[in-house]
Structures are given as C-alpha cells and as structure tokens.
C-alpha cells in the first residue's frame, strides 16, 4: 500500500514538475496558476504588518517540559518525549505553539492548495483549519504557515542534469509576500533534490533562511542515490545528511541572532531516514519528522507509528492530503481529534 501510494504520488509531482523546464530561476514576471505575478506587490489586508524583528521571549523551562509531556500522550515506553534534548534559544515556537500550513509550489494547482487557489480565497481555507485546531487544543495557540516546493524533483534532466527545477527568487518573494497578508505567519522552503544534493541546494536559500519567519524542509522521497532518476524508487537520507543541514542552520541562526529554526523532514517509509539514532539536536534548530504518506487513516495511523513513533527524534509532524485521502473508504480526511490521540501528538499539521 505504502510503495503503491509513493508511485501515484511521485508521477503526479513529476508529471506537473515537467512543466518547471526552462521556467526555473526566471528573472522575468510571469503569471501563475494561483493568480499572482511574480515580482509585483500584493495588497495587504487589514491583518497585515510591516517586517519587524522579532521579539525573542526567553524560554520557560518548566512550561517546555510539561508540553513535550502533553506531546508524549501518555506514552510509557520511554520513547516519548524524547531524552536529552536540549531546550531552544530564545523566541523557540515548539512546542508551545502548534504550526498549521498549507503546501504546495505557484507554478501548479495540483502540488497542494498554496497554488490551487487565490491567495485570499487559500488564506481563508488555511484559517478555517486553524480555527479547528484552536477549538480542539485551546491550551496550544497556533501558528499559522506557508511551505513552499522552493526546489522541485523533475521529469527532465535540465540543462545540468540534475532532475530538479530551482524556483525563481520572484516566486519566493511571492509567497513572502502572501503571507503577509496575514499577521505573524512563517514560511517554510522545501527543498527535493533528485540527482542533485542538499549541499549544492540549500546555499542557494541562504538569504531567505536568514530571515527570521523562515523555516526548512527537506524531502527524502526525492533524495536520489546512484543515479536512480526521481520517481523510480523512494529516496532517503541519512543522519550525516541530516546533520549537514542543522548544523548549517544552527551557524545562521547564531551569525544572525535569529529564533530557532524548525526543520521539518518528510517521511513514509523506514530506509527514507537511516541511522536516526545518529540525528543531532541543537538549541539552535528544532526538528520535526513529519509523516507524509497517504490514505485511509488506519494507514496513517500505522505510518505514523512505524516510522515517527518507532524512531523518535524530537518533535513529529503529519500530512493530511485534501484528495488523496479521500480515495479510499471511509473516504475522509483525518480530524484533529483523531489527531490528537496519536503518540506523540503532532506539533505540525500540513495540508496538501
């Protein structure tokens, strides 16, 4: 089921990524799907501010240690919460707050709903799924987020031959843009890097990570080895690779004076992260193994035991897909009170 819902899913990103050829690292305004021009300003709502620096609220220790116990549910296995880990810097959103986002890239209305829909009428949805969430945790304010497929896995090899299309910086922009049509959202960057490496790609997103409502994903499944082309099989990370990238984020947040980073990494299957044990933490980064499978909930419910629970490493995230968990009976998306029986709660919530 797993292999079977990592096939579909990887020739429908690969089909619509196909069109990225040529397009990618484009310094000319062009107009996307989702309605925006890149490069031109979009108004701002009522909600909006201007960027500030951020004010970085000391931690509150005692408060850290009863949230990561709440996110434990109750486990007694040892698992849960996580030893050892040591408490973030200053202006840490997890685990106090919960952060709900959208997914998606602006060049497709297929790869998620940041795309698919206007930006107002896509902050609305967004909103409403806060609400939700608001209502079924009170204790737990949310943090609404945008994460955007900065880098995306390709049909076609490019000019370099990497399978992988750069987005320009103009759409970058556009989502920053975007989210702050609402007040105090972040923004995630996400990065798959087919035939290509996370040590080629991430500088390139340095300038943006170094803002302090910025925020990393990387994507394993497009984590390609030996050649294989994206889409054939599913792509892994190891811990080293893993470690590159915090600790990459950790010298930035140091240099810059920032709040920690949260750095989310997808996963369905065991072999997509190896050697787990060896993930190092930081006060400086905050990590959340995010489970991104598809399906009916008893899947994802097993997903999320096998390879979030079974291999803990700080915080853990979950996928909920608008039409690929509709498929199969009962044919409905998961609830956030469903959600929150799982061990460990989610601290991030994303929607595709």
């Given amino acids: 089921m797993i292999k079977t819902n990592f096939l579909i899913k990887s020739i ?12 990618s690292e484009s310094n000319s305004k062009t107009e996307n799907k989702s309605g925006v021009k890149t490069g ?4 701002k709502d009522s909600e909006a501010e201007e960027d500030a620096s951020p004010k970085l609220e000391p931690i509150d220790t005692a408060l850290y240690n009863q949230k990561i116990k709440e996110l434990a549910n109750g486990d007694t296995t040892g698992k849960w919460p996580v030893k050892n880990q040591p408490y973030p810097l200053p202006g840490a959103i997890l685990p106090y707050k919960r952060v709900v986002t959208y997914y998606g890239n602006l060049y497709s209305k297929k790869m998620g709903a940041l ?27 949310v943090q609404p987020a945008l ?3 900065a880098v995306v896995a390709a049909g076609d090899p490019g000019k370099d031959g990497k399978y ?4 320009p910086d103009k759409h970058i922009d ?52 030996g050649g294989v082309l994206p889409g054939r099989k599913i792509g892994t990370y190891d811990a080293s690779e893993i470690n590159y990238v915090s600790d990459y984020l950790a010298k930035l947040v140091k240099a810059n004076n920032l709040p920690p980073k949260i750095f989310v990494i997808h996963r369905f299957t065991k072999k997509m992260v190896t050697n787990y044990q060896k993930i190092k933490l930081r006060p400086e980064v905050q990590v959340v193994m995010h489970m991104d499978g ?15 629970y079974s291999e803990p490493v700080q915080f853990a995230g979950f996928k909920l897909f608008y039409k690929n968990d509709l498929k199969k009976a009962p044919n409905r998306l998961m609830t956030p009170e469903e959600l929150m029986k799982l061990k ?9």
């Fill in 12 to 23: 429908a990103i690969l089909a619509f990524s196909s069109i990225f050829t040529n397009c």
């Fill in 40 to 43: 031109e300003a979009i108004s």
């Fill in 115 to 141: 795309g698919e829909y206007a930006p107002k009428e896509m902050l609305n949805m967004l909103y409403a799924e806060v609400r939700k969430w608001e209502k079924v945790d009170p204790k737990t304010p």
């Fill in 147 to 149: 994460h955007y497929i």
């Fill in 164 to 167: 992988r299309n750069r987005m």
């Fill in 174 to 225: 556009s989502v920053l843009t975007i989210s702050r049509m609402k007040k105090d959202m972040i923004v995630f960057l996400d990065i798959q890097v087919a035939l290509s490496t996370i040590q080629d790609e991430l500088p390139r997103l340095e300038k943006y990570l170094k803002m302090p409502n910025v925020h990393l994903g990387i994507d394993p499944e497009f984590s390609m080895k």
């Fill in 294 to 308: 598809w399906g009916e909930p008893e899947l994802k419910k097993g997903t999320h035991r096998h390879f979030i």
């Fill in 344 to 352: 460990p709660i989610p601290s991030y919530i994303q929607y595709q």
